[in-house]
């Protein structure tokens, strides 16, 4: 079975610094990959994916990520960070062939410092 | 915009009282998930359906959890009896129908807290 794991739990970065968030997954092909985005007592919210081709990914709000099969990782990045950004954003791989089913990682909460 | 609709937002219980979250799918989604997520992790998938039909519940603890979607459209979850550990975020999400892994769009949550 397929696993994700997100090492850091809390990042805190300034204002108008860059981002990178780390997502590693465990899936015996090349996987879907996601990464979703929740603001406070919200749903959750797509920013990006990766099914195939280009390895370097653009989302919305300015977010990218690159997928790295050698690495089994998929970071996400912004090369700006904005006030609006603070959530928490959680990665998730999808098996193929497996009705749509997502595992979710256990989530990186970003703080911004103004 | 299209959006995944989910009732009541919060709701609080005491132990050993029965509960229920409703959801509505976007128009044309056959495929409807519902989620847990405790706090400070990520969703875990309680239940999928395909159309009326159930494709994956083997999270949901069905001695106290049950699901349905009797006419293909929208969704109840119900706990009966509810206990303390069932504090937690309970997301739903629909996507289209398909063997290939297609976004999914997730509601605003329902907000259960146990007492």
């Known amino acids: 079975a397929q696993s994700v794991t997100q090492p850091d739990i809390h990042i805190t970065v300034s204002e108008g610094a860059s981002l990178e968030l780390r997502c590693n997954y465990s899936?015996?092909?090349?996987?879907?990959l996601f990464w979703y985005v929740q603001s406070p007592g919200q749903g959750l919210q797509l920013l990006l994916k990766?099914?195939?081709?280009?390895?370097l990914v653009q989302g919305i709000k300015g977010f990218e990520a690159e997928f790295k099969r050698s690495q089994s990782s998929f970071n996400l990045r912004k090369p700006s960070v904005h006030w609006s950004d603070a959530a928490e954003y959680f990665c998730a791989v999808g098996e193929r062939n497996a009705g749509n089913m997502l595992t979710f990682g256990g989530g990186t909460r970003l703080m911004v410092k103004p | 915009e299209a959006e995944v609709a989910q009732s009541p937002r919060y709701k609080i219980t005491e132990k050993s009282q029965a509960v229920a979250f409703w959801c509505d799918p976007i128009s044309g989604h056959a495929t409807l998930y519902w989620y847990r997520q405790i706090l400070g992790q990520g969703p875990e998938l309680l239940v999928q359906f395909q159309d009326e039909s159930v494709v994956d519940d083997s999270q949901l603890p069905k001695d106290r959890f049950s699901a349905e979607r009797l006419k293909g459209v929208d969704s109840t979850l119900k706990i009966q009896p509810a206990e303390l550990g069932d504090s937690a975020m309970y997301l739903c999400a629909s996507s289209y129908a398909g063997t290939s892994v297609n976004e999914q769009f997730f509601g605003p949550g329902t907000r259960l807290t146990v007492l």
């Open positions: 990766y099914f195939s081709g280009d390895t």
């Open positions: 899936y015996g092909a090349t996987p879907y």
